[in-house]
């Protein structure tokens, strides 16, 4: 069974920066197609970012050019760097892994972000 454990959200002003981790359990990372998502109140759960196995990254339009995901395979972890937070970006944000060969997919307990204006 995997885990997904998210860290690193919290309370920043507008055109401030938060990194959000996501640390991931047991021997599947490196295969994983790794995503970051995001759910404000009342809305529905949408992709921030998401970065393949080989390293390829996709964005939502929303988030390009102010938001970088990385990974560190040695580390089983994710990253997702957040520059120019605007309080639009207030969600829960959510981690996932795609083990789509397998027909796994796994969710992280979520952390707020919740950027002020």
């Known amino acids: 069974q995997v885990q997904l454990v998210e860290s690193g959200g919290g309370l920043v002003q507008a055109g401030g920066s938060l990194r959000l981790s996501c640390a991931a359990s047991?021997?599947?990372?490196?295969?994983?197609?790794m995503g970051w998502y995001r759910q404000a109140p009342g809305k529905q759960r949408d992709l921030v970012a998401s970065?393949?196995?080989?390293?390829?990254?996709v964005y939502a339009d929303s988030v390009k050019g102010r938001f970088t995901v990385s990974r560190d395979n040695a580390k089983n972890t994710v990253y997702l760097q957040m520059n120019s937070l605007k309080p639009e970006d207030t969600a829960v944000y959510y981690c996932?892994?795609?083990?789509?060969?397998?027909?796994?997919?796994?969710w992280g307990q979520g952390t707020q972000v919740t950027v002020s204006s």
């Open positions: 996932n892994m795609d083990l789509s060969y397998i027909m796994k997919d796994y």
């Open positions: 047991g021997n599947a990372f490196r295969f994983a197609h």
């Open positions: 970065i393949t196995s080989g390293g390829s990254t």
